[in-house]
């Protein structure tokens, strides 16, 4: 069965503070990984898809990066429109359908 | 959200009441998702269709069923209301099982009393 483990599961940070989120899986050979960022009240709104250990993705303050085991998503100098909170999601060789993690929080002080 | 687009947006029924929601798409993409949303869960997946009249179970399908007539609309229906059927619900489209993500809707609140 594929697992997806988030952490942390809360992150508060002051604005320009740089840090990671993680994402640990367990699958049967990784076909994707997926990062989404859901707003409150809105419905995840997909960022990266990252398909093999080594790959790296970016977009304005956000990189993610895979390995064979997990997944990093790093914001940097963030700002308060960063606060969301962010979904991970595998999808395996053994399944059609992705599993999703349960999401970090991220909140942002100015 | 651009090209999907879920209804009702919010929704209060009674236990043991019928209820469907709706999900339209004008992307013209195969799959279409139903998933739930609740604090301690993560997104769980309900039902999905990879075509006309083509659907399968996810892994909390009890007590509902969906139909696709067309391949812009996916109904989710739940026969009988429960408490415990009190969620968010997206619905979520592709156009691939594994290519690039899903788009997902602004979702459905769903309270059932």
């Known amino acids: 069965e594929d697992q997806v483990t988030q952490s942390p599961e809360a992150l508060r940070l002051q604005e320009g503070e740089s840090s990671s989120l993680n994402c640990s899986y367990t699958v049967s050979g990784l076909r994707g990984l997926f990062w989404y960022r859901q707003d409150p009240g809105k419905g995840p709104e997909f960022l990266f898809t990252?398909?093999?250990a080594g790959e790296e993705k970016e977009k304005e303050r956000l990189k993610a990066t895979l390995t064979k085991k997990e997944s990093f998503l790093h914001i940097t100098a963030p700002k308060p429109e960063d606060s969301a909170t962010y979904l991970c999601a595998v999808h395996s060789g053994g399944s059609y359908i992705p599993t999703f993690g349960r999401g970090t929080s991220l909140i942002v002080h100015p | 959200d651009a090209g999907i687009t879920q209804s009702p947006r919010h929704k209060v029924t009674e236990t043991g009441t019928p209820v469907t929601l709706r999900c339209h798409q004008t992307?013209?993409?195969?799959?279409m998702y139903w998933y739930r949303q609740d604090p301690g869960h993560g997104l769980r997946l309900i039902h999905y269709s990879y075509g006309v009249k083509d659907t399968d179970k996810g892994e909390v399908s009890d007590g509902y069923s969906v139909s696709r007539s067309k391949t812009e609309d996916f109904l989710l229906t739940l026969e009988s209301a429960t408490s415990s059927q009190t969620s968010v619900y997206f619905c979520?489209?592709?156009?691939?099982?594994?290519?690039?993500?899903?788009?997902f809707g602004s979702g459905t609140r769903l309270t059932v009393v």
């Open positions: 990252l398909y093999s």
């Open positions: 992307e013209n993409h195969r799959y």
């Open positions: 979520a489209i592709s156009p691939g099982q594994v290519l690039g993500g899903y788009t």
